[in-house]
């Protein structure tokens, strides 16, 4: 096969992937609009996930190459790190990126060690970061016993975690600037020594409704505890199915509830979904759940916060939501960006709080999302397959509090 046919197959596969996901594309299709025979197609590629796999290894290869492309010299660690952080920030946030991330989970429901493949191989392109942390560490500029383990923070911070994975609209060169310099002071100096942090707002619960609900103005006749059933039956539907891939039927007749009694109240799919994500999220993080426990020290206290902020993240039903809603956000938008509102609201209530009771300043908005992306450790828990045990996730929770206090610098 010629390297021209080699080229057209891979542009029309990273097309297809994007715009129909993992499970609809075909290589049937792919074949077709390529021009080459399925028979040379599966000699490249025998399967569909072999095809997949090197679409996505070849976005991350992109993206590994502008960060090789960073200068490393005499200038100041600061400058630096910028060109590093900015080189991910514009190699991750784009609207190519963030659909292959989207398929990558599509993936994921046929194939769960997938994504968890392709993340790690994403994470491990990293290391000229990686390199220059450790040189940093010798030089006793910062202090740091795992590198590796700073750049990884480093990055999903700059990138604020999963907000743009669940919709929210990619920032102007400039906002990138500034929230890139931003998480660069707040690493290296700490947020008790960055001072001076523009724009500092009160946290206050949210106070607007979720988004488009979808809705007939019908009275649903149901008994509550009937409706409760209901919705519980179609949010496991849609968690483990997707939207896509849920059934109906399958729903109501797991609750004895007629179809027509379905689509009267909630419109059809849509609405349903809709109103399903809505009493999973509320399940999730709605003030009901107890608070976290108070220490007896700003340092303790903060990091009983970013335990229990990582604890209610990555619940097997808190991550297959977001992963729900990643894959979703281009279908629903306004629902997806609401939910990342809406996890962030408690943490960010209670971090002002407890800053407050020890006399520490207000953060801004970007130092908020900051100290819930340290606590969650980003994207991580949601692309990758494994759940820290307990040890770690103290671990985890008292290096972040370390980090978000008195940076890494010396």
């Known amino acids: 096969m010629s390297a021209t046919a080699a080229e057209r197959i891979l542009a029309v596969a990273r097309q297809q992937f994007?715009?129909?996901?993992?499970?609809?594309?075909?290589?049937?299709?792919?074949?077709?609009?390529?021009?080459?025979?399925k028979q040379s197609l599966y000699e490249l590629y025998p399967t569909k996930r072999d095809l997949f796999t090197r679409v996505v290894r070849d976005t991350a290869r992109s993206t590994r190459d502008e960060i090789a492309l960073v200068t490393v010299d005499d200038r100041a660690p600061e400058a630096i790190l910028r060109d590093f952080l900015m080189s991910y920030f514009s190699g991750f946030v784009t609207v190519e990126n963030l659909g292959i991330y989207r398929a990558t989970l599509m993936a994921g429901r046929c194939f769960p060690d997938?994504?968890?493949?392709l993340h790690r191989y994403r994470v491990s392109g990293g290391q000229a970061l990686t390199n220059y942390l450790a040189e940093l560490d010798?030089?006793?500029v910062i202090r740091t016993n795992a590198p590796a383990d700073l750049h990884r923070r480093l990055g999903s911070t700059s990138i604020e975690g999963t907000r743009y994975l669940l919709g929210a609209?990619?920032?102007?060169?400039?906002?990138?600037?500034?929230?890139?310099?931003?998480?660069i002071t707040l690493y290296l100096q700490g947020y008790r020594a960055g001072g001076g942090w523009p724009q500092p707002v009160r946290a206050k619960p949210l106070e607007f409704p979720a988004p488009n609900l979808?809705?007939?103005?019908?009275?649903?006749?149901?008994?509550?505890?009937?409706?409760?059933?209901l919705l519980e039956a179609a949010s496991t539907e849609f968690l483990v199915q997707g939207f896509r891939g849920a059934n109906v039927t399958r729903i109501v007749s797991s609750v004895g509830v007629s179809p027509?009694?379905?689509?009267?109240?909630?419109?059809?799919?849509?609405?349903?979904?809709?109103r399903a994500v809505l009493h999973v999220g509320t399940s999730l993080w709605s003030d009901d759940a107890p608070a976290p426990a108070q220490g007896k020290t700003l340092e303790e206290s903060l990091r009983l916060l970013a335990r229990w902020t990582l604890d209610r993240h990555i619940t097997p039903r808190g991550v297959a939501l977001q992963r729900l809603l990643i894959t979703e956000a281009e279908e629903f938008p306004d629902m997806a960006r609401w939910i990342y509102d809406f996890m962030l609201d408690r943490p960010a209530?209670?971090?002002?709080?407890?800053?407050?009771?020890f006399g520490e300043p207000l953060p801004d908005a970007t130092a908020t999302r900051a100290f819930h992306t340290m606590a969650t450790y980003g994207v991580r828990f949601i692309m990758g397959a494994e759940s820290p045990d307990d040890d770690t996730r103290t671990t985890l929770a008292k290096d972040c509090v370390e980090l978000f206090l008195h940076g890494c610098g010396r």
Not at 114 to 117: I, K, Q, S
Not at 267 to 272: M, P, S
Not at 349 to 357: I, K, P, V
């Open 18 to 37: 994007l715009t129909l996901g993992f499970e609809k594309c075909s290589m049937d299709s792919v074949a077709r609009s390529a021009r080459v025979s």
């Open 114 to 117: 997938l994504a968890d493949e």
């Open 138 to 140: 010798r030089k006793g």
């Open 169 to 183: 609209p990619i920032p102007s060169h400039e906002d990138r600037e500034a929230t890139v310099d931003r998480i």
């Open 214 to 229: 979808q809705t007939t103005g019908a009275s649903l006749r149901l008994p509550q505890q009937r409706l409760d059933a």
């Open 260 to 274: 027509a009694t379905v689509y009267r109240q909630f419109g059809d799919k849509r609405g349903l979904f809709q």
């Open 349 to 357: 209530r209670e971090l002002h709080a407890r800053l407050q009771r």
